[in-house]
Nanobody
Framework: EVQLVESGGGLVQAGGSLRLSCAAS????????MGWFRQAPGKEREGVSA????????YYADSVKGRFTISSDNAKNMVYLQMNSLKPEDTAVYYC???????????????????WGQGTQVTVSS
């Protein structure tokens, strides 16, 4: 059974930091790229960041570039999203996803998720 389990969300003040974690199981981790999406109330789900698990290449949406850092631990089947300098507009449910997207072509804007986690709420207060 495929499982992606996110953790680390919460409430933080603007300018603060959070670290999201995603534990993956039930599929061959190295065969997939891993990404983070988010969905704010009333908005569509959007790609935030992704990592090529084979070579570590990372991709970011312009809105988070320089503030968020994605990383993975292939030995533990884990993906992380370090979020610094958080802003109220970062408030959303954050989803971990495994994707077969070709990130070089799609970037994060057009990547899709083949497997999804249940999401974790991130709330940034002003």
């Amino acid at each position: 059974e495929v499982q992606l389990v996110e953790s680390g969300g919460g409430l933080v003040q603007a300018g603060g930091s959070l670290r999201l974690s995603c534990a993956a199981s039930g599929f061959t981790f190295d065969d997939y790229e891993m990404g983070w999406f988010r969905q704010a109330p009333g908005k569509e789900r959007e790609g935030v960041s992704a990592i090529d698990t084979s070579d570590g290449t990372t991709y970011y949406a312009d809105s988070v570039k320089g503030r968020f850092t994605i990383s993975s631990d292939n030995a533990k089947n884990m993906v992380y999203l370090q979020m610094n300098s958080l802003k109220p507009e970062d408030t959303a449910v954050y989803y971990c996803a495994a994707t077969l997207s070709d990130l070089k072509l799609s970037g994060v804007a057009n990547m899709w998720g083949d497997y999804w986690g249940q999401g974790t709420q991130v709330t940034v207060s002003s």
